[in-house]
């Protein structure tokens, strides 16, 4: 079966405006703490605090919202940006095998948890990945999430991603994962 099109199912996807961004920030953070139990971090959370520098000026990154289309709410967030991890928050081979700029992080996919299991979250990562592959700046995709988020493996597994390194016990407390940029590698998924 075929999840519905943002069309079909009451929102659409589009890319970040800069008039989204205070409501972006908002339900990003709002995820990150409901989710994830953190408080806001000013190094962990640069892009939150400058999402157009980080997502709108520059050429490669972006970051797509999923918007109510009856009520123009912001319900979801996805994006894409240079793979470069930080060094002393992530393992130090995965800083060294990302540090080439080739592969993109998949970032933000945050769904607010009141408008889960309606496949937003699907439908924005299918339209990423399809644009990462078109304009072709990255070689790969990688991610990383979190045991403790609700659904997150399961979710990222069916969307056909690898584990590359569950540093669970580790500095990061991450599992990292990467997803395959071929045609169908993951269209079929889930």
């Known amino acids: 079966m075929t999840a519905p099109t943002g069309h079909d199912a009451g929102y659409t ?25 953190d408080p806001y971090d000013p190094v962990v959370h640069a892009d939150i605090d400058d999402m157009a520098g980080w997502y709108i000026e520059p050429e490669a990154p972006f970051l797509l919202v999923a918007v109510d289309r009856n009520t123009g709410e912001l319900l979801a967030t996805a994006g894409v940006r240079g793979g470069t991890l930080k060094d002393g ?10 540090r080439d700029g080739r592969t993109g992080q998949l970032v ?4 607010l948890r009141e408008h889960r299991r309606r496949g937003i979250a ?24 979190f045991r403790h988020s609700p659904g997150a ?11 590359v390194e569950d540093d669970t016990a580790g500095v990061s407390r991450a599992v990292f994962m990467e997803i395959p940029l071929k045609t169908g590698s993951w269209a079929h998924s889930g």
């Not at 399809?130 to 999430?145: F, P, Q, S």
């Not at 493996?153 to 584990?163: A, D, E, H, Q």
């Open 13 to 37: 996807v589009r890319e970040l405006a800069a008039d989204d961004i205070p409501e972006a920030r908002a339900l990003m953070l709002r995820t990150v703490w409901e989710d994830f139990g």
């Open 108 to 111: 933000r996919v945050y769904v």
């Open 89 to 98: 928050l992530s393992p130090p081979h995965l800083v060294e095998r990302y």
């Open 122 to 145: 699907r439908v924005l990562i299918r339209q990423v990945l399809d644009r990462v592959r078109r304009e072709g700046h990255y070689d790969a995709v990688a991610l990383h999430t």
């Open 153 to 163: 493996l399961p979710f990222w597994l069916s969307m056909g991603s690898v584990v």
